[in-house]
């Protein structure tokens, strides 16, 4: 009988306790220096409580898509009234309880939490996210750009609202379509910017669509943040002598905050429709406009949620019906699309989405690695509202098609509170480069941020530059075509002068010419 190995009791309780530290004990959770003294228990059941209540109506926030203080006193606050939380400890937060336009059950009649969990949701967005933000890492923006020749109207005057720049690039026009807010004028140049037409309007025009003889003219009415339905679209009529006004009657009203116009029949019964971006405020949607004949239209709604603002329309599927596109900005972020499917029925596909934070600008079409499919270049960059900090996720962006309509990203340059880029083959050499500006740019560390060409150098790799003169302007639109007809793209810059900044520019922009184009000079 072979001699067995004592039992040593001892050993073995080591071992199993060992064994039981090694699975049970978790590590312990990283925060911040200015709340590192939370309990983890608190930081664990506040993101579990995060997971069931800040994801109902959106993707869920990261807390390290803020810094912890703009999460306290900025994020966390405008969200607590969603929760029926209208204050919390000595703070009164942020809300529109009172408003009329809102629906009277917009806000929960009482809190969804206790204070002691929603203490829990700001413990852990408070506590994990960074004491400030990383500053992205990017190629420097080299002020070398000498494909375009800079051009300013001979009228100038201080203080531009510019909210609309609109090329018309028709063989027969070849126009510029401005609207300044501030002088609540519509301005209309012919390609050598000599001023073709003007009128006054207390109207404030932010898209036009050419579809047909007149122009329809999307009027938000009321730009600063709301929630009436004050907007219309009215008819830009040209009489006998070519001189331009708006039709004081319009052709369908009470729209929230609309942004976009876009003509289209979207019933296949040969009659214009029009598509509008209600953008509004807590409320809002993506609308068409049925045109019914004899001057009426019927509103229906595609889509009920805010921060709509930039569509296009396109037979996707190739069934002879138009289907829509449709970027929302606000809250649900990210884009989506509504396959048409006869009778005024859509089918509704979010094809990307994107953080709450990000506060998308725009998107648009195109083929950037030529394989016959249209990719999307899509831009985020609002930084107007509870998170006024320079965040390191702002710019552009670059999505290619991998059919079936499913997208992937493939190409990302930071740039601060971007706020639109335009894919053209700008040089003349056979692919697309992308022409950007921003609206919330860094100012006073790199205020080259506002205009920023990205030269195509192949493969995906984009060299930046830009044109020092762009700094006399804060671009909020931009547009691009041959205005010229010289066969090349040119772009036009809209100062918009007047509104408050992230950071204080070094530059008087108020003093800055209201428009600037950028003359495409390439040989």
Known sequence: MKNRPAFNSTAILIMVI??????????????????????????????????????????????????SKTWETGALPAMGPRLGIFSYGFARYPSYKTDKDLPANFYPDKPVISNDDWQHIIDYYTSVSPDSLPKAKRQPIRPDLGLFAVQTPALNYPAAGICLTKLDTTATSRQLFLFDLVAQKMFRYDHQLQLLDTFRSDATITDVDFHGNDLLACNVNIINPNNGKYGKGQLIRKNAGGRLSLDTKPLFDSLARPVQMVSCDLNNDGRTDYLVCEFGHLTGGLAWMENKGNGKYEHHTLLAEPGVLKTYVEDVNHDGLQDVWALFSQGNEGIHLFTNKGNGQFDQQAVLRFPALYGSTYFEFADINNDGKKDIIYTCGDNADYSLVLKPYHGVYIYLNEGGNRFKQAYFFPINGCYKAMARDYDSDGDLDIATIAFFADYAGSPEEGFVYLQNEGGLQFSPHTLPATNAGRWLTMDAGDLDGDGKPDIVLGNFSIRPTTVKPKLDWTQGPPFMVLKNIHK
């Open 18 to 67: 060992g064994g039981l530290s090694l699975f049970s004990c978790k590590p312990a959770i990283r925060k911040n220096q200015s709340h590192k003294d939370v309990p983890d228990e608190r930081i664990e059941k506040g993101k579990q409580l995060a997971i069931t209540y800040c994801q109902s109506c959106h993707l869920l926030p990261d807390p390290s898509e803020l810094d």
